[in-house]
């Protein structure tokens, strides 16, 4: 169904360290614990430029996997680590947007086995007087800490401390393709495959032209030295995802890079770099794929 | 964020033993595995009123969950044990239908671990002369052997050799509601819970309403002897299902009733029951919520 | 954005005369209404390959476009004039399937300005006997006659008679392209088009790939005389689709073209045609383009 | 199918001016068009919380609606007068955001009959050097000045010139009902009714429940005096929008509060107003719903 076979080049995707919180958003139905994901995680597709927070959605979470029994949606947001504060700083406000929406209540859902900091974000910004005019009460829920503040619907819930992997990264690979459908086609299959790695979300949408590398825009082939676009490319694109780890990014880029291989038009994958020298984080297309 | 407590009644779901098939769709992207799907499954909902097919759409699966690689769909389809070569008639139809969804495969899913018997559906129906013009060729594929019929978009592949479980079940349950907008939301919620039992699927839309059963009609209260419905209750409705088997048919039993019991206006949860003498299966609540 | 200009082919498709009835599914939340549209319409992409009924689901209604000010799905049924028995008959036992979706209400939504025949299928089935247990009574609700069914959750009403449009009539094109994944984007964004058009509706899921046109697949190329395939297209989808009449077919087959033609990878549109000898109508892609 | 009817009360929602501008973001498929959206009105719920915009999505657009003959979707942004600084610097971010998005175009979507000042964000920001490195062009298309930037999977382009409506406005009404499900699935409705009005889009996700006004939160029924909510009322929710004129407000407010009444569980429609003393529109509930 595939007729040729797609290069996969002996290279490798450069990744930075990242600080990634991760929460599960829960409510009365699925459709409104999708709405308050949308809303949280929006407008967050690149902090590289300007957005206040590199944020996704990973996948829907089924009643039994949440500590309420409600059906849910694992979100996770991610800043570099000179970035702490500013990344806590929007977390907050993202709860306090979600307090909007009727039933939702988030829960921390940092993934088990990474190095983690607590940051208890209701003290730190004073959330009970700045917030909810202290009309906000405190209760035990499946061993967590969440804050209750009444609201129209009924009540607002979040868990007082969020746990910050420190061991986090970015990953990210690029689709080299015939045309524009081929090259959103596979990234969009690529997208799918990694909803079955818990810790890894795609960055803003996911699928990520860049305007930034001239050497990677085919209608610039001519124009700008040291083009990297073969012949016969006519679209580029990326998948750009970040996760709690390199173990669960490695599990994230091969699966992903696996299901972009079987979309018809997709001619090469391969991946940016710098060289090595400022990631830490190197990811071995050929290997990651085994 | 419930008020009261929702009663569990002590009783049992009554069940079926049903013949069912459980297929992946796969396709270029989710989107149109999705629609596949829909297509596939569709009118399906209780062949106890008519429809030729009880069928209902389980859930997404991932890239690396299927055999080729790509986005798919879990379906499954179920019959009573006499009516399988009707089951069998309305799969080969499907097949047929679901070939004119550009890019679709479809692999044989039955769950491990259950008693089943394979029927070469290939064969039996003479599907190369009789759909494919004898045009169709042959192809393993991961161990699997696929019908490959040549098509206007490229191919579309199909496992010869399906497998049905004997051992299948229904599944079922009643919720009791102040009114229709809880009711809904609550087998809602029920069904987004059933997603994680692998072999067990909605019946059709699986919210069900009954015209049948006029003892649950909240309106006919006051009109037929014997009626079920507490006072209060104003909105009455089922999650219909069925499995592969009956372990996995109790597991989803119980996650779905404890989705449910989370939902505000849910005022108990009950099942339909004959005294036990029809069904082979007994799925008692309390035990099955534990 | 679109490389090389898309050829058009002075072509036509030839179309057969249908009988078309069209309805409105309303119901509590879209959600459901889209449930029960999917229920309704599911399993009918084409009678010419055996499902029993021609149906699709044509765009959601929002509130203020239904006789109950709630949101609907309008779905349309269509088979050729000799079948109207099979089309009523197929009609009744949806009916009966989407009486299971709760909160459902059925109107019909026949287009104004078509010559229609109206039918009581209320009556014409015996349904109050056969399906209803003669529980039911009759409303009148907006100008309508309606069945009314009590059911677990409230009630279940229909519209008793629907108009079945006399002068409905099939369209397609087909799109030629370098690869699936154009063929795909560009056929999904002519299913988008033809929303626009009231009484237009997708046969089943619309994106339709044949096997029985030898001549229109690739990979058949050199195998067939008389192959219709120019060099460079790997890949062909036809857009199918029924509607109410004449006119609205004709104004979809523009909107629907001209969207295709927007998508990178589309090198040509064209139409099946056996020379204008059977079907009563012809769609010029030049002149409905305009 | 509604018990007891619905109550309206006699009062009026209070609105303030809003400047409020409309763009249509058109994309290869619908699936990214609307993806590109939720990036672009993601995170804008209620600038009132802290918010840097608010932002809702409208509507998809069909491919005849649009300039390039794509599927596209309708986004509305807005913020007081007093902002528009704000307002225009967040626009400018977004639309760099959304630049990343494969495929998208954005274009000035202004409803007509509004009275607007158009601006050049492009000039304004510095686009050229700040965004593009001047590898930009520009592009005359359907009467519009598109900026044209080089990507790698082809061109992003956008209207250079937006037009904001200085006679914007917002729009509100509140929904008494007996628990979240009933108060959830009236709004749902109600959000689905506004769909119908060009130039009105939800603020966020739309529906909002609020902690700020206490007089409102049933659980405090007892604590606090003043209280709103009679008794029976266990959940209150609103719907919050925004629109370009007090015209197309005034229609929604209409469609939506009629959607909300169909609802079971719902006891009654209010609003909420500070005396009309503040805000320069009033919204008479039983004038707007006539």
Redesign the interface.
Do not use: C
């Given at each position: 169904?595939k007729?040729s076979p797609v290069e996969i080049y002996d290279t490798f995707a450069e990744a930075w360290t990242l600080e990634v919180s991760r929460v599960l958003l829960t409510a009365?139905?699925?459709?409104?614990a999708m709405?308050?994901a949308?809303?949280?995680?929006?407008?967050?597709?690149?902090s590289m430029?300007?957005?206040r927070l590199n944020a996704g959605i990973e996948r829907?979470a089924?009643?039994?996997?949440t500590p309420?029994?409600?059906?849910g949606v694992f979100v996770s947001m991610a800043h570099v680590p000179d970035s702490r504060e500013a990344l806590l700083k929007e977390i907050e406000?993202?709860v306090?947007?979600a307090?909007?929406?009727?039933?939702v209540?988030i829960f921390d859902a940092a993934i088990p086995g990474v190095t983690t900091v607590s940051i208890n974000i209701h003290d730190k910004f004073a959330m009970s007087k700045e917030?909810?005019?202290e009309?906000d009460t405190e209760r035990a829920a499946a061993g967590r800490v969440m804050c209750v503040?009444?609201?129209?619907?009924?009540?607002?819930?979040y868990e007082k401390t969020l746990k910050i992997s420190v061991d986090g990264t970015d990953g990210h690979f690029v689709c080299f393709?015939?045309?524009?459908?081929?090259?959103?086609?596979?990234?969009?299959?690529a997208k799918?495959?990694i909803?079955?790695v818990d810790g890894v979300a795609p960055m803003?949408?996911g699928?990520?032209?860049?305007?930034?590398?001239?050497d990677?825009?085919?209608?610039?082939r001519t124009q700008v030295e040291d083009s990297k676009i073969p012949e016969g490319v006519?679209?580029?694109?990326?998948l750009l995802m970040f996760g709690a780890s390199a173990d669960v990014m490695a599990k994230a880029m091969g699966?992903s890079l696996?299901?972009a291989?079987?979309?018809?038009?997709v001619v090469a994958l391969t991946a940016m770099n710098f060289g090595g020298q400022f990631g830490k984080h190197k990811y071995h297309l050929r290997e990651v794929m085994q």
């Open positions: 169904m007729g009365m139905t699925a459709e409104l709405g308050a949308h809303q949280f995680a929006g407008a967050a597709g690149s430029i300007g957005s829907a089924a009643p039994h996997e309420d029994n409600r059906p406000l993202r306090a947007l307090s909007l929406v009727p039933t209540t917030r909810w005019a009309k503040v009444p609201t129209t619907t009924g009540e607002f819930l393709a015939v045309n524009a459908a081929s090259a959103v086609a596979a990234i969009l299959a799918e495959a909803v079955a803003g949408y699928l990520e032209q860049v305007f930034r590398e001239l990677y825009i085919p209608s610039l006519e679209s580029v694109l990326n699966l696996n299901a291989a079987q979309v018809p038009g």
